[in-house]
């Protein structure tokens, strides 16, 4: 048990509170479900809940002052170092454009109502460990694996649209299926989804990202028109031809890409197949032979990822990474047996700290082509770069001058100039004339081949 809650329960033993307050949310039904116990811990009463957080911090078990929001009837705390969050039975009514509800004291059932799914609905009696099922259907819809509103779904989903992506991970996430008439109020409301801030929308896509089922996460995305309302350029995907070795087109190749990445893949790297060839279909020309082309995709694919990503506001730095792995993408797809050592660190330095992941992308998208591909070419790349690693590390394979020691050297100003010299050494270095650490003759060979102050 949470050591949280055995506190909250201790201490509220033989007072007003005994027998009022009840778990609610995610950690009951995935108690019932068996599944791992979430974080998470909401505690709803009949009551009020900001008199309850600071009764709590009386009693000393709450670590700091209680975090407080009126107008909800909602409070923070921490205990045992978990958050808290405290919950007043409320029921909610939202203006037609907002996502700022206007609420009032209510029931728990009132209170079970408002809440997005049956399955979240049921309610567990801190002290007696009774659950209750006000819906008559949230133990139910866990045994069927049904995701449902536990009151009309249009209401539901206008309370707040935020909650059709959030039927869409739950589906993923446990493999249930969303029931009919839930299904088609999320398709023919679909389009209020754009009344959310881009924040949320983009937590509940990592989500569905990070699922075991991404694949499907991204079908029923784009079946319920969901998908089209905050990032319609991976709809241009669909029904775009391929031919060589591809057997599906550029959405299903994608999709299958997605499905072969190894379930510890991190969000970044499935970003990074499912834009991988997002460039493909407006870059798509067909040879007087027949055969298919896409020359370039890779740098529209980079272009496309980074003006999504933006706009659901993604970490710079995670969009950074996405951006040069579906840039690179194809140069690995250009490897030749023949290539020298120096090729091939010149490739290990450009990727840098992403390398394992650019390969993860290479092999997901050969994976992705057709049921049985060839995987030789890969597996010596990897294996050259295995060996090579033994050898000298990715961070040596750069310039062993810096741009203010080159600039001091040859008297210039910061610009395109010092770049070049440092690709110079650089180049110097990956075809083995130049030593990682070798200073003095990096100077030398600068002065030689671009003249002294």
């Not at 929001?69 to 958050?83: D, K, L, N, Q, S």
């Not at 959030?166 to 999320?186: C, K, L, M, Q």
């Not at 089922?213 to 991976?234: H, I, N, V, Y």
């Not at 072969?260 to 970044?268: E, I, N, R, T």
């Amino acid at each position: 048990m949470n050591p949280a809650i055995e506190r909250i329960r201790e201490v509220t033993r033989g007072t007003e509170y005994e027998g009022r307050l009840f778990l609610v949310g995610g950690i009951v039904r995935d108690r019932i479900m068996g599944r791992p116990p979430t974080e998470d811990v909401d505690i709803v009463l009949e009551g009020n809940a900001l008199e309850f957080a600071r009764f709590l911090h009386r009693k000393g078990i709450a670590e700091h002052r209680p975090v407080t929001y009126p107008r909800f009837g909602t409070a923070m705390v921490t205990i045992e170092g978990r958050t808290i969050e405290l919950v007043s039975a409320r029921r909610e009514s939202y203006a037609p454009e907002s996502r700022k509800p206007r609420v009032e004291p209510a029931s728990l059932m009132d209170d079970v109502m408002r809440r997005d799914f049956t399955i979240n609905t049921l309610l567990e009696n801190l002290h007696t460990g009774e659950v209750l099922d006000l819906t008559g259907r949230g133990r139910a819809d866990i045994e069927a694996g049904i995701i449902r509103t536990p009151t009309e779904p249009q209401t539901t989903f206008y309370d707040d649209p935020l909650r059709m992506l959030r039927a869409v991970r739950f589906a993923v996430r446990f493999g249930f299926e969303i029931e009919p008439v839930t299904y088609e109020a999320i398709v023919r409301d679909a389009e209020r989804l754009k009344i959310i801030s881009k924040e949320r929308i983009r937590d509940e896509f990592a989500k569905i990202m990070l699922s075991d089922d991404p694949d499907k996460g991204l079908r029923m995305l784009s079946d319920t028109g969901l998908l089209r309302q905050f990032a319609p350029e991976l709809l241009e995907m669909q029904g775009v031809d391929q031919t060589g070795p591809h057997v599906w087109d550029v959405w299903n190749h994608t999709l299958e890409a997605l499905n072969s990445l190894p379930k510890q893949a991190d969000l970044v790297l499935r970003l990074a197949v499912l834009f991988h060839d997002t460039g493909k279909p407006r870059t798509k020309t067909i040879d007087p032979d027949g055969d298919v082309h896409f020359y370039g995709h890779e740098d529209l694919s980079a272009e496309i990822a980074r003006r999504v990503l933006n706009r659901l506001r993604f970490p710079a730095h995670e969009i950074n990474r996405v951006v040069r792995l579906v840039s690179m993408h194809m140069r690995i797809g250009e490897y030749r047996e023949e290539w020298k050592d120096a090729a091939v660190k010149r490739l290990m330095r450009d990727a840098g700290a992403d390398m394992p992941d650019l390969l993860a992308l290479a092999y997901a998208d050969r994976y992705g082509s057709n049921p049985h591909p060839s995987l030789e070419g890969l597996n010596d790349l990897q294996e050259r770069i295995e060996d090579i690693l033994l050898k000298v590390k990715v961070e040596e394979l750069e310039s062993p001058l810096g741009g203010r020691e080159i600039m001091d050297l040859l008297g210039l100003a910061p610009g395109p100039k010092v770049a070049e010299v440092k690709d110079f050494l650089c180049d110097e270095v990956i075809e083995g004339r130049l030593e990682p650490h070798d200073t003095d003759t990096a100077r030398r060979l600068v002065i030689e081949r671009f003249g002294g102050r």
